[in-house]
């Protein structure tokens, strides 16, 4: 099983930075897929971003290409999403989980961190 955590949510206004961490604790963390959800206020989760285990393969929603980087620090145990040029419409609760099969069946999930992005 494993734990986790993310952080780095807040409030920011539209076309500025924020970059969110999900550490990891429990079994290895390199033998995990790793993905970013996010939930807005009466919308369906929706994928964000997924990154393979060694972080050398990487997918985006369209929504989103260009402006956020997933990536990864396989010896922290920590995945990151760097999120650039936000929108209002990037307002959000953001999720991170963790696969041992797939990219497309995610077991473990964080609790989420609310990302505000005024206008």
């Known amino acids: 099983q494993v734990q986790l955590v993310e952080s780095g949510g807040g409030l920011v206004q539209a076309g500025g930075s924020l970059r969110l961490s999900c550490a990891a604790s429990g079994r290895t963390f390199s033998s995990y897929y790793m993905g970013w959800f996010r939930q807005a206020p009466g919308k369906e989760r929706e994928f964000v971003a997924a990154?393979?285990?060694?972080?050398?393969?990487?997918y985006y929603a369209d929504s989103i290409k260009g402006r956020f980087t997933i990536s990864r620090d396989n010896a922290k145990n920590t995945v990151y999403l760097q999120m650039n040029s936000l929108k209002p419409e990037d307002t959000a609760v953001y999720y991170c989980a963790a696969s041992t099969r797939s990219y497309g069946d995610y077991q473990y999930w964080g609790q989420g961190t609310q990302v505000t992005v005024s206008s």
């Open positions: 990154i393979s285990r060694s972080g050398g393969t990487t």
